[in-house]
């Protein structure tokens, strides 16, 4: 589970200051996939970074129980110059998991053939996400925080994705972040809607969207 | 305290994780970058030998011309290196911050650690195949190298956390390191003793905390040599000032950092 409490942030650019998020408080409740909707720079990502930890907010709390992953996405994560195998090792030695395990499964899951041996540098952004959802899927977290990634690769890819989570979704749950209604369905059961710095959660998808088309 | 020594142990975790990544980036798949290592003090050595014999030189204190040089050289190429490597670790690694355990001071120590350890084999190696060169071994005090290899270690280190905290706010920083950094090769003590300079003048460089860690490396290595021109007390002063002034830096870096 996850819990934010009176989260703000906000960004200066040329001395004005703008708000993304304000005084935000949301727990999100256990063994359940929430998507969270939003305009584009409606600060979803920062959100999502914030609840990842990877990012502090100018005040508030987060707190995690159990094991959160990293922001699932197409930026950071991988270090060019290294090839996918070696990221693997990387990811699979700070969060204390069987290399060769962990290996395996994402070359596998990834699909990126002999690619996964050569620099990560050179992949395209489709790749790049492949890979990041494939090693994400390598370790067992509780809640896996992910950002509009699942839209990537062919239907054979997406299919694949979506069985993995069934099979884990006694265990684990997801946040999501998108401004695709399609993929939002596909995986979660609920769905909160992110504007002008709240969050607002709603009891079925169907009710967030038609709150999310009227924005 | 339970949770401390896990935070500690999670730590130590990701800093290994890191110092093992490193040296693939570092030194690459190719042997060349360890060849490097070995090749630049070498060079650097040679290059003072010839200035040595151009101008008749007398090394006091019936030092070797060889180690003399290697003891002033490599606390100080230590010190050049690990600044110019770990003020570039945040930067060079910002993708790295995606993952929630492992902090900008992570980027830092790690690299900081692989040069100490590639540095300090250098160092070993160099001073013993010159001891079996020369069959004679001067060694005073192991414990007082190691302990001035690592001041100069940590006083790098923390100066280059300071300067990529900044350039993570602006960047131009580090432009600024380079030609601040050049006269330190001049002042430090690489190829002369405290001793031999003019009271005036030493009572000046003295003030700089490299040349103190030069003589007492060099009183470690010789018996027949005894520095009375370092101070624990001042370079552990220096020490603490720069990794507070550091590690606050980091803090504010850490918040502003945009990933």
């Excluded at chain 1, 979506?162 to 265990?171: H, M, Q, T």
């Excluded at chain 2, 990544?21 to 650097?44: C, D, K, M, Q, S």
């Excluded at chain 2, 405290?194 to 460089?205: F, G, K, M, N, S």
């Amino acid at each position: 589970m996850i819990e934010i409490r009176n989260i703000s942030k906000s960004y200066t650019i040329n001395a004005t200051t703008n708000y993304v998020l304000h005084n935000i408080s949301f727990r999100f409740p256990d063994h359940e996939n929430i998507g969270i909707l939003g305009l584009n720079g409606a600060g979803k990502s920062t959100l999502l970074r914030i609840i990842g930890q990877i990012e502090s907010p100018d005040a508030g709390e987060v707190r995690h129980y159990g094991r959160v992953s990293w922001p699932i996405g197409f930026r950071g994560g991988f270090a060019g110059s290294l090839t996918a195998e070696e990221n693997c090792r990387f990811v699979a030695r700070i969060y204390n998991e069987d290399i060769d395990r962990v290996i395996d499964f994402t070359r596998d899951f990834a699909e990126l053939g002999r690619h996964f041996f050569l620099p990560v540098g050179t992949y395209s952004s489709g790749m790049k996400a492949r890979l990041a959802f494939g090693l994400s899927m390598a370790i067992n977290f509780n809640v896996y925080l992910i950002d509009e990634v699942t839209e990537v690769g062919d239907n054979v890819f997406k299919r694949k994705s979506r069985k993995v989570f069934e099979e884990r979704s006694s265990r684990s749950s997801l946040i999501m972040v998108s401004h695709n209604m399609k993929t939002i369905r596909t995986y979660c059961s609920r769905c909160a809607i992110l504007t002008k710095g709240s969050l607002q959660l709603f009891d079925s998808v169907d009710e967030a969207e038609r709150i999310y088309k009227a924005l | 305290m339970r949770s401390l020594v896990r935070g500690l142990s999670a730590q130590i975790n990701v800093v290994e994780a890191l110092v093992i990544r490193e040296t693939r980036t570092r030194y690459g798949r190719f042997a060349l970058g360890y060849v490097w290592a070995f090749a630049e003090p070498l060079l650097w050595i040679g290059a003072f030998l010839l200035a040595f014999q151009l101008g008749r030189r007398h090394i006091p204190n019936d030092m070797d011309a060889v180690g003399f040089l290697a003891t002033g050289l490599l606390p100080f190429i230590l010190f050049r290196t690990t600044v110019s490597r770990t003020m570039g670790a945040i930067r060079a690694n910002k993708a790295l911050l995606y993952y929630p355990q492992v902090r900008p001071l992570d980027l830092v120590l790690a690299r900081g650690i692989l040069e100490f350890i590639t540095l300090s084999v250098v160092f070993l190696i160099l001073l013993f195949g010159n001891t079996i060169y020369l069959e004679h071994l001067p060694l005073d005090s192991a414990l007082q190298i190691i302990v001035g290899l690592i001041f100069s270690s940590v006083l790098a280190g923390s100066f280059g956390l300071a300067v990529g905290s900044l350039a993570t706010m602006a960047p131009s920083v580090e432009n600024l390191v380079s030609p601040l950094l050049r006269p330190l090769l001049w002042i430090s003590g690489v190829f002369f003793t405290a001793a031999e300079l003019p009271t005036r003048i030493r009572e000046v460089l003295l003030w700089n905390p490299l040349l103190q860690i030069t003589e007492m490396v060099r009183a470690g290595w010789y018996r027949s040599f005894d520095s009375n021109y370092y101070s624990y007390l001042y370079l552990c002063a220096w020490i603490l000032a720069m990794a507070f002034f550091a590690l606050t830096l980091e803090r504010v870096a850490r918040r502003k950092l945009e990933i």
